[in-house]
Antibody, heavy 115, light 110 residues
Framework: EVQLVESGGGLVQPGGSLRLSCVAS????????MHWVRQAPGKGLEFVLG???????YYGNSVKGRFTISRDTFKNTLYLQMGSLRAEDMAVYYC?????????WGQGALVTVSS | QAGLTQPPSVSKGLRQTATLTCTGN????????AAWLQQHQGHPPKLLSY???NRPSGISERFSASRSGNTASLTITGLQPEDEADYYC???????????FGGGTKLTVL
């Protein structure tokens, strides 16, 4: 069974940094494109970052230069390193597997940006 | 980042048919087609269909998708109370080299 479990969310001050993790089970993470999608409170879905099975990375406009995506093939884990956080980055962050679009999603990690 | 356009809300009666639309351009829907996701309050999204009208295993035949030019549609027949949810379209944009989403349509089943 495919499972994605995010962790690392929490409260961070504006300008701060945070790293989210997404542990995958039931499949080999490096064999798929993987993505981070976020959802601000009461808002729609927004593409944040993606990494292809070949290592290519894809960026949403709002996070270029501030967020990076990486993966650890041994730990079968996807990461989202977030920096220079702003109030508008506050959201639930989902990791999602791409297999004919976003076929599997984690439960999400809440990131709150506030002083 | 240019997104896809969806109507904010649609209301239909029980057992009726609802058609949700999603408009993009030739770089996204017109090129690769669209996927549709359903999201119930407090839950992650669930994939309903991808690339025109392919349904993942376990998705009811009541959900069918189509595309005409740069517009994708999701038709839900025989509406049930559990169909009340937010519906999002998404597509790969070959110009932006990024995924784009619609703003979502809230479907109310009366």
């Amino acid at each position: 069974e495919v499972q994605l479990v995010e962790s690392g969310g929490g409260l961070v001050q504006p300008g701060g940094s945070l790293r989210l993790s997404c542990v995958a089970s039931g499949f080999t993470l490096s064999g798929h494109s993987m993505h981070w999608v976020r959802q601000a409170p009461g808002k729609g879905l927004e593409f944040v970052l993606g990494i292809g099975s070949n290592g290519d990375t894809y960026y949403g406009n709002s996070v270029k230069g501030r967020f990076t995506i990486s993966r650890d093939t041994f730990k079968n884990t996807l990461y989202l390193q977030m920096g220079s956080l702003r109030a508008e980055d506050m959201a639930v962050y989902y990791c999602a597997r791409e297999d004919n679009s976003f076929d599997s999603w984690g439960q999400g990690a809440l990131v709150t940006v506030s002083s | 980042q240019a997104g896809l356009t969806q109507p904010p809300s649609v209301s239909k009666g029980l057992r009726q048919t609802a058609t949700l639309t999603c408009t993009g351009n030739s770089n996204n829907i017109g090129d690769q087609g669209a996927a549709w996701l359903q999201q119930h309050q407090g839950h992650p999204p669930k994939l309903l269909s991808y690339r025109h009208n392919n349904r993942p295993s376990g998705i009811s035949e009541r959900f069918s998708a189509s595309r005409s030019g740069n517009t994708a549609s999701l038709t839900i027949t025989g509406l049930q109370p559990e169909d009340e949810a937010d519906y999002y379209c998404s597509a790969w944009d070959s110009s932006l080299r990024a995924w784009v989403f619609g703003g979502g349509t809230k479907l109310t089943v009366l």
